[in-house]
């Protein structure tokens, strides 16, 4: 299997180094590098990649615009490299609803040298964007021309698609029988996207209050956290240690941080921690699901998004043992069915939903 792959960036420097990372593993293959979105929209449609880098900041045409472009004209998968700022943030938000699978920080002063680790950190990523390839590229015709007459582009997992609910037996028959105390969504690839989906489907008097967990660098949160809040009708922050968890307000994890549920005083509040030395995840959903566990005693409702890894599956093994109901993405409407995946194969998903599927069902939360 060879994985081919489309630079787009304005500094030739950078587009080397890319290449130079990339093909010391001998799977990738570098067919092209392109200097501007015009560029990388043409380049796409003769070369066909399987994957594309995309820089957002650049002369005569921007990355997002070329996403934009690409996903209508010739549906790729699309890493894109993004400035760690506040506007960088928001920027790439802007791109992953254009249609771009993932994101990485455009630190590449960090995958130089002896940054190793930095390396195969680019490598991984490209490989994991690349899973989508040929579901991106066989899109239906009807997808296709029905993006073109959008001006914001869904992502790869907003497409339509056909509504399947899996038929796996729960390990247990809890239910939502009961007033929510506490809901808790959790995701990593493609989550943004899928977040952002959901939570503008519950209601401005929601009595309960919200937990986001998404895997996301540090700086990036803070912007993703204002974009949801803008679009919801409940409120959504980036959450500080001791914040009070709030009935129609949602907290969602700092990146690069920890986020767990404590008792002060009776009541309950986020303690914000230091990501530790051989925690894999910051923020990690497994720390914050198994504190729940310890606080809550009925009502919490988590539900797994898409993602890589199992990153969850441990916490949701607590959160059954307390009874508690769990809803997992269903394949198909997944960017990467990994976490989701973790959390059906091991029996502890109580409903599995299409994305569009829990979506009305969050609408239906009272």
Known sequence: MTIRVLIVDDSRFICKRICEILEEDSIFKVVGSASNGKQAILMAAQLEPDVITMDIEMPVMDGISAVKAIMAECPTAILMFSAATHAGAQATLDALSAGAIDFLPKQLDKIDGDREIAKRMLRRRVRIVALQANRIKHKPASDVARIKKTKVLPSSNTVSRPQITATRPPSSKHSLNKKIELLVVVASTGGPVAIQKVMTQLSGQCPFPILIV????????????????????????????????????????????????????????????????????????????????????????????????????????????????????????????????????????????????????FNKLR
């Open 214 to 361: 998404q895997h996301m660098p540090h700086n990036f949160t803070k912007s993703f956290a204002e974009r949801l809040n803008q679009l919801c009708k409940v409120k959504v922050k980036e959450a500080v240690n001791g914040d009070f968890l709030t009935a129609g307000e949602a907290l969602l994890a700092p990146g690069g941080m920890q986020m767990e549920v404590a008792l002060k005083s009776g009541k309950k509040v986020v303690k914000i921690t230091a990501k530790q030395a051989g925690e894999i995840y910051s923020p990690c959903a497994d720390m914050t699901l198994t504190s729940i566990a310890q606080v809550y005693s009925a009502n919490v409702l988590t539900v797994v998004l898409t993602g890589m890894g199992a990153d969850g599956k441990e916490g949701a093994v607590r959160l059954k043992q307390r009874g508690f109901p769990i809803w997992a993405q269903d394949e198909a409407s997944c960017t990467i069915y990994g976490m989701p995946k973790a959390i059906v194969d091991a029996n502890l998903a109580d409903k599995v939903f299409s994305l569009n599927e829990i979506a009305n069902e």
